[in-house]
């Protein structure tokens, strides 16, 4: 068997682009937002509130150092992500 070679690099080191996008999370977001009857409107409606004071969110983020910078809100993000009250069906 020939002899396989090792990639050693860092990951910023790496020849592609990384880029990491919260777009299509946003407009969920903004979607629970405008629906009186979900259960987390008033958490969405918050969000989108601190969304409108960090716009670069919004776009695709090449810096990394922006992770660091809006992590609280980025947290706030991923709560919308895996959450058991995500669903068509609403808690009575």
Do not use: G, W
């Amino acid at each position: 068997m020939d002899k396989i070679n090792k990639i050693n690099c860092s990951i910023q080191e790496l020849p592609f682009k990384r880029s990491l996008s919260f777009e299509y999370l946003i407009a969920e977001i903004e979607q629970i937002a405008n629906d009186t009857e979900h259960p987390m409107q008033v958490m969405a409606v918050e969000v989108m509130e601190n969304i409108e004071l960090a716009p670069e969110l919004k776009e695709s983020i090449s810096d990394f150092k922006l992770l660091e910078k809006h992590h609280q809100l980025i947290q706030q993000l991923m709560a919308f992500v895996i959450n058991p009250l995500n669903s068509t069906e609403y808690l009575a």
